[in-house]
């Protein structure tokens, strides 16, 4: 099943606040990640090498996207481990900018590389680009699968980076919209397994746990003709409680530097608790995701969401 979630929004967290949800310890196993210490523009600002890569950002940016995809299809590079370390830096500014297209055209030069780190964030840029307005419904079917892909590939490079199981899981939900719904039923167990392992090697990335908490709502909420078609395809459907999902959203929030790190995190806490009956608490998280900053479009829907729920307890009173 999808994950009902809008990760791009989610997962350039630190682009607003030191706070996010990918743990950078200053290695390349663990930068762009998402976490606390998540790499920031300032940072690269300060590196010697920061002029020689603005300037190829800069120069990037006169190059039509579809004509860069031309050039790079014909011209893969392959680059030395220190070259690789320079990319990593430059798709992580590129990546906390907010620039899509110029972080996919970096990093698909690359894209025949071995090296797990590149791979990673190219599956994550893959499917950035699919989540573009102005990309058609094929050409993002295609930038889905291309995402997979590279998500496997990583995989099988590397099994002990947190990053890679996690985008692994993501691809793999992307990819549930166009495979039917036995297809999507059984991607579920491959998801949870993968974010369980991100989890594992990485307790403290609050995003992996949120994903958890979203599988865990997404199925304890499932429509019952839904429960009926997963009952008749497998013997021991997938199945979650909003128990459980609670516990996630609350770790997710509870687990990182600064509280309240997502909008929606707060929101699906007001909105579990709702489902559990607990309006007192409901209300108490509906009421921050309602008075969260509104920086993305994202944040906009979510006030709207929250405001649209208070309203209805004021509306039964």
């Known amino acids: 099943m999808a994950l009902a979630v809008g990760l791009r929004r989610l997962l350039p967290l630190r682009r607003r606040a030191a706070l ?16 606390p210490g998540r790499f920031h523009g300032s940072e690269v600002m300060g590196n010697p090498g920061t002029l020689k890569r603005g300037l190829l950002v800069s120069a990037l940016s006169y190059l039509g996207f579809e004509t860069y ?46 090296d797990a780190e590149l791979l990673w964030r190219l599956a994550r840029a ?7 307005c102005k990309a058609s419904e094929e050409e993002k079917k295609l930038l889905v699968y291309e995402a997979l892909e590279y ?5 099988e490079k590397n099994e002990s980076n947190f990053a890679v199981h996690k985008w692994y899981a993501i691809c793999i939900s992307d990819v549930g919209d166009y495979e039917g719904i036995k297809v999507k039923i059984g991607n579920a167990y491959i998801i949870k397994e993968h974010f369980e392992k991100a989890i594992e090697l990485n307790p403290k990335d609050a995003t ?27 013997a021991t459907p997938p199945s979650s409680t909003y128990e459980e999902a609670l516990r996630y959203f609350h770790r997710a929030e509870q687990g ?43 944040d906009k829907q979510v006030h709207t969401e929250a405001a649209q729920l208070l309203t209805g307890f004021s509306d039964k009173n």
């Open 208 to 234: 992996s746990i949120h994903l958890m908490g979203i599988w865990c709502y997404t199925f304890a909420e499932m429509p019952w003709y839904q429960r009926r078609i997963a009952k008749i395809l497998f």
């Open 151 to 155: 998500a496997k590939r990583a995989l």
């Open 20 to 35: 996010g949800f990918r743990l950078r310890t200053g290695t390349s196993s663990s930068r762009g990640q998402g976490g």
């Open 256 to 298: 990182t530097v600064d509280p309240n790190f997502y909008s929606k995190n707060l929101l699906l806490l007001g909105k579990t608790y709702l489902k559990l009956h607990n309006k007192k608490l409901a209300a108490f998280w509906l009421m921050k995701a309602k008075d969260y900053p509104a920086h993305t479009e994202e």
């Open 69 to 114: 995809q031309v050039i790079s299809q014909a011209a893969v590079v392959h680059a030395t481990a220190k070259e690789v370390e320079e990319i990593l830096e430059q798709a992580d500014y590129l990546y906390e900018s907010g620039e899509t297209e110029k972080l996919y055209q970096l990093l698909t030069q690359y894209k025949e590389s071995e």
């Open 126 to 132: 893959s499917r950035d680009m699919a989540q573009l």
